[in-house]
């Protein structure tokens, strides 16, 4: 069974360094929903460090609701926007010697580009642009939407609960994350089976986050599992 293990880091958590070591791709923060330029640019380096697979993790310009807040943009600003971040944080990693290798939609862009076409297409679009694939949920729009312009990798969630569409139960919904790590990996090991997911997905702004990377590392590890970069 091989499995990535990814984070968003770069969003001044405090935690990056302590998760770095434990993780195979680290999804970093562009700038525009968390993360100061001093907070990513320590991160990208210590990433380089770890020779970890590093991908552009772009978010909603709304930084009092960390870009998990749903806005609404015509799709032009929103590749415009999605492509500024992009080249910022290439811009950085050039710096600190470490090569963007993928694009992870954050919050709230994330569920819009996964669920509507025109967010969606804006999204690929800024991909296409770059020359970079793109991470979202399987079966999604944005999935079927990358079909013939980038490539598409399927995402799961280890700490999230899911709806029956596929989609995640919303945060602010009871029984919305999964804190057994147990659990976690039973979840994980369905949603590779039955779903295909090529990257796995513990959120590193939690602030049980550290451990509970910790816990589920170890039982895939246990489990057998390979951990292994995506891209």
């Known amino acids: 069974m091989l499995i990535d293990l990814n984070c968003d ?9 302590d998760l770095l070591p434990l993780i195979t791709s680290a ?40 870009g998990r807040r749903e806005l609404r943009y015509a799709p032009r600003d929103v590749l ?33 580009a996964c669920r509507e076409d025109v967010y969606a297409d804006a999204v690929i679009s800024a991909c296409a642009l770059a020359g970079l694939p793109v991470v979202g949920l399987p079966g999604s729009r ?14 799961g969630f280890a700490d999230r609960r899911y709806r029956p569409d596929g989609s995640l ?13 147990h659990e976690a990996v ?8 039955d779903r295909g997911v090529r990257t796995i997905c513990v959120h590193g ?4 986050a550290l451990a509970f990377v910790r816990a589920v590392r170890e039982e895939l590890l246990r489990a057998g599992a390979e951990l292994r970069p995506f891209a």
């Not at 992009?86 to 862009?109: C, N």
């Open 9 to 17: 880091l770069g969003e001044g958590a405090g935690t990056d360094a």
């Open 205 to 208: 702004d939690n602030p049980a």
């Open 27 to 66: 999804n970093v923060s562009c700038g525009a929903h968390a993360g100061t330029e001093a907070e990513i640019a320590a991160t990208l380096q210590l990433a380089a460090k770890c020779q970890m697979s590093v991908g552009a993790h772009p978010g909603h310009p709304d930084r009092e609701h960390f």
């Open 186 to 193: 039973e979840q994980v090991r369905r949603l590779i089976a």
């Open 142 to 155: 944005l999935e079927i939407r990358a079909t013939g312009r980038v490539d598409f990798f399927a995402e």
């Open 169 to 181: 139960v919303p945060r602010d919904q009871p029984n919305a994350f999964v804190k057994d790590p």
């Open 80 to 112: 415009e926007m999605t492509h500024a971040q992009i080249t910022s944080l290439r811009k950085l990693a050039d710096k600190a010697g470490v090569k963007v290798r993928y694009v992870k939609p954050h919050g709230a862009l994330y569920h819009q």
